[in-house]
């Protein structure tokens, strides 16, 4: 586990057939919010780690960018262990959660819409992410100015604790069609994200990138 941005915690691990990285954050707040759970055996790994660095403080929110083994595959353990926190996701995710029985008391958040707490504020945008380019969000804390990249932003490679340089308009421009294999969705999303000005991106895979 690293501190690796201000506030921002960076929990990893690495599946040498693939060659990826796994990266779950966690923003450390009075009210702290989880992105991402890592797949069962990732969240096991996770938790503990999770308990120390919230050292007492509140699991309030678990972000879920989409229904994907990594992005929540363990979300029922960790709300086992943190069963006051809230899940938050697009209606399409939540519907896949209660239907397999993972979570109910989830928040369901629009595209454009925001969550204001006590020290951050979350922005949700709108993300067609696989396999079926099923309504997914990415994550916009506009306080520090972090983009929660999830699959978008994407390298191979051992990368925990990792920070490149780059600049925000090259990682829009690079969002290829393995990301978003739609050309009329890619490019509105590329559009939105242009109007956005962050400072860093947290990935799910690979370096995070200090703009
Ligand atoms: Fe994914
Ligand atoms: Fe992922």
Not at 70 to 96: M, N, W, Y
Request: charged content about 20%.
């Amino acid at each position: 586990m690293v501190n690796i941005y201000e506030k921002l915690y960076q929990f990893s691990s690495y599946v040498p057939p693939i060659d990826l990285s796994f990266h779950q954050y966690l923003l450390l707040e009075e009210e702290a919010v989880l992105v991402h759970t890592g797949s069962m055996q990732q969240a096991e790994a996770l938790i503990p780690q999770l308990k120390e660095v919230l050292n007492g403080k509140t699991l309030k929110y678990i972000f879920v960018s989409h229904f994907e083994s990594d992005e929540c595959g363990g979300l029922s353990l960790i709300l086992k262990h943190f069963p006051e926190a809230k899940p938050i996701c697009s209606e399409v995710t939540a519907r896949q959660l209660m239907g397999f029985g993972i979570a109910n008391d989830i928040i369901v958040k629009k595209p454009g819409e925001k969550l204001n707490a006590n020290g951050y504020e979350l922005e949700f945008i709108n993300y067609p992410s696989e396999m079926h380019l099923w309504e997914g969000l990415l994550l916009m804390e506009n306080k520090c100015g972090v983009f929660f990249s999830s699959d978008l932003v994407f390298r191979f490679g051992k990368s925990a604790g990792t920070v490149i340089e780059g600049s925000w308009q090259e990682e829009v421009n690079s969002i290829t069609p393995l990301q978003v294999p739609d050309v009329e969705q890619r490019e509105k999303l590329q559009q939105v994200l242009g109007q956005f000005n962050p400072k860093f991106i947290a990935t799910g895979h690979g370096p995070c990138v200090k703009l």
